[in-house]
C-alpha cells in the first residue's frame, strides 16, 4: 500500500501495536502540527501517526492547525490519510460503540483556516469535492472490517459542528433533517485540505454517545470515554487488517 498515515482523535492519541522507530518534528509555513509525527511499523507495514488533538489530548476541535497537519503529512510523502475520529450518533443505527465509514460531509464549521489557496500569490482553485472521502480507500476500509467480523455501517453523512461544546436538541434534528447521520467536529476542513493537496482520504468514525437529544440525561465525557474504549480496539484491529491489503 502506498505510504499510509493515520490521525487519531479522542480516543486514540497512541496506536496499540504501533512499533514506533523515530519521530519527526516538523515546523510548517502554517505553523506547528498537532504534535509529532510517529514514524513506524503497524502490522509490520511503515505507516505515520499522527494525535488530531496533541499528546497529551490538550488541543480542542476548533483549535486543531489543520493546514500544518496535513501540510506535514504531505511532507513526509504520505499518500492516504485514514482520519479516526469519536462522532455522536444521530441516526438509529448509530448507537455508541458502533463504527461507521462516512461517504459524506456536510460541514457546520465557520472561522476555521479551510484552503491552502487563499494566501496572496495563490492561484485561484476550487477542488472537487464531490465525494469528500477516497472511495478506493473507503472500500479498502469496508474490506478490512469485513475481514476482522466487526460489524460497520458502510456508510454515512458525517455532519461537522464547530464545538467544542455539544450541540442542543434543535441543531441535532435540524441535523437529521438535513441527512446527518453522525456528527463530529474534526472532518472539517481536514478532508478538504488534503483534498487540496492530492492526498487520498478515508475516515473510520466510532459513536461515543446518543447525540443531543436521541437519549434521556446529559451527555457526560465519561460516558464518551467508556464507549470509545472499546470501538477504538475496534479500530485498531481493522487499522492492522488494512495496512495488508
Ligand atoms: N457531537 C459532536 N462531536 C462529538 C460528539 C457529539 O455528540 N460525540 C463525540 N464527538
Known sequence: MEKLA???????????????????????????PSADYLIGELNGVSAVF????????????????????????????????????????ITSAMGPAQIAIPDQIIDYTYGRKHSFFEDPGTAVTHIDFTYPYSQPLRARLIDAASQTGIHISPRATYGCTQGPRLETTAEILRMEKDGCDIVGMTAMPEAALARELGLNYAGI?????????????????????????????????????????
Request: with cysteine; charged share 15%; net charge positive.
Open 6 to 32: 493515520i490521525i487519531g482523535g479522542t480516543g486514540l492519541t497512541q496506536l496499540a501495536d504501533f512499533k514506533l522507530n523515530k519521530k519527526e518534528v516538523l515546523t510548517t509555513p502554517y505553523g506547528p
Open 50 to 89: 499522527l494525535a488530531r488533538h496533541g499528546n497529551p489530548h490538550s488541543i480542542p476541535p476548533h483549535k486543531i492547525n489543520y493546514c500544518a497537519n496535513i501540510w506535514g503529512l504531505k511532507q513526509l510523502g504520505v499518500e492516504n490519510i485514514i482520519a479516526v475520529a469519536a462522532v455522536g450518533g
Open 205 to 245: 468514525a466510532v459513536v461515543a454517545n446518543w447525540a443531543a437529544g436521541k437519549t434521556e440525561g446529559e451527555i457526560t465525557m465519561t460516558e464518551i470515554e467508556h464507549n470509545l474504549h472499546s470501538g477504538m480496539a475496534n479500530v485498531g484491529l481493522i487499522l492492522q487488517k488494512l495496512v495488508r491489503l
